[in-house]
């Protein structure tokens, strides 16, 4: 059976997302479709995600498959870049700004490790959405000059989000009694089945490097003189953000020595 999606959906999804509609055989060759999103995804990422569906995890029920993929690529330089210290979390604040200035990556780094601890405990206990915004809008960031120390990570991960966004009170998407996907389709036939999430980031030392940051607006506030070295040599937070809508498109936690 094939599904029918509304123009209005279909218009807005490209509008907004860039997105694009692929149809594809999912009822008699449901293997084949999963080879060519796993090549789209693959070709989306410039090969940095493999393999983004499992086999077996698409059958004859399947309709829609949404994807979407977010590549960046790092920066690491000496220059002047966006930097904060905030005594009340004792941890500074790096940004790295990307080509375009779309994206930064945002790094939280406590001072030391203590007491046998990553360091990480105090700052994570604080970092809430109010407070990284607080902490990182652009009239709390100083533009100095810092000499940058940064490891050279590799992070990939895989959930299935659907126990989660359940846990969270997203229950009637996958009900087939409840869903009600009619913006999308008028076809009564779709409900949600899987939400897979693969993320891929990587750090290392062949950086692309990025324009000089915008000036900052300067206000009076408590802080401490930036030093001229970050170096993230113990556990840390990072983020990346799209600067236009403050939307933070990946977070993580780096806590291998």
């Known amino acids: 059976m094939t599904s029918m999606l509304a123009s209005k959906y279909l218009a807005d999804t490209k509008t907004h997302y860039l997105a694009e509609l692929e149809a594809v055989d999912f009822r008699t060759n449901a293997e084949a479709a999963r080879v060519n999103i796993n090549k789209w995804v693959e070709e989306k990422t410039q090969d940095k995600i493999k393999n983004h569906l499992e086999p ?11 994807n979407e993929s977010k590549p960046v690529k790092m920066m690491h330089q000496k220059a002047k870049f966006p930097f904060t210290y905030i005594p009340d979390a004792e941890c500074q604040i790096l940004e790295l700004p990307y080509v375009g200035k779309d994206l930064s990556m945002l ?25 990284f915004a607080e902490w990182t809008k652009p009239d ?37 009694d409840k869903c009600d996907f009619s913006g999308m389709s008028p076809c009564d036939d779709l409900v949600l089945s899987k939400v897979v999430h693969k993320s ?5 030392e062949e950086g692309t490097e990025a324009a000089a940051a915008t000036a900052a607006i300067m206000m009076m506030r408590c802080a401490m003189l930036p030093p001229e070295r970050f170096m993230a040599d ?15 498109l990946f977070y993580g936690r780096y806590s291998s020595p």
């Open 56 to 66: 077996g995890i698409l059958d004859v029920d399947t309709r829609l498959v949404l």
């Open 140 to 176: 709390m960031m100083d533009t100095v000059e810092v000499e940058v120390g940064l490891p050279k990570f590799k992070l990939e991960e895989k959930y299935d989000l659907k126990e989660i966004l359940v846990s969270m009170g997203m229950t009637d998407a996958f009900n087939n």
């Open 234 to 248: 113990h556990p840390f937070l990072f983020f990346i953000r799209h600067n236009p809508t403050q939307s933070v």
């Open 200 to 204: 891929f980031v990587e750090v290392n």
């Open 107 to 131: 790094i939280m780094l406590p001072n030391e490790m203590e007491d046998n601890t990553t360091g990480l405990e105090k700052l994570e206990q604080m970092l809430t959405y109010e407070n």
